[in-house]
């Protein structure tokens, strides 16, 4: 079963940037798409941004833009450069990704935007 970690959370100032970044392991099955997830207190956990095997990416429209997303297949990880953050970016975020088998999740770094 493929194992993520995230690291690369803190606290930052709003128009500031973070840089997350998430390393997969146990993948000798292969990884589809890679991702972000993010939930922010009494919300419910929502799309932030993935990437294909082929690159091909998505945002949601809060971050486009602001966010941009990366992934390293030889690394097995993937990346989300976060620039002018605003306090509303704050949330635990998650990393994913899935194959055939199933999908995985990280088990959450958190973000905190302080204005």
């Known amino acids: 079963q493929v194992q993520l970690v995230e690291s690369g959370g803190g606290l930052v100032q709003a128009g500031g940037s973070l840089r997350l970044s998430c390393t997969a392991s146990?993948?000798?099955?292969?990884?589809?798409?890679m991702g972000w997830y993010r939930q922010a207190p009494g919300k419910q956990r929502e799309l932030v941004t993935t990437?294909?095997?082929?690159?091909?990416?998505n945002y949601a429209d809060s971050v486009k833009g602001r966010f941009t997303i990366s992934r390293d297949s030889a690394k097995n990880a993937v990346y989300l450069q976060m620039t002018s953050l605003k306090p509303e970016d704050t949330a635990v975020y998650y990393c994913y990704a899935d194959n055939y088998w199933g999908n995985y999740w990280g088990q959450g770094t958190q973000v905190t935007v302080s204005s």
């Open positions: 990437i294909s095997r082929l690159r091909s990416t």
């Open positions: 146990r993948t000798t099955r292969g990884i589809d798409n």
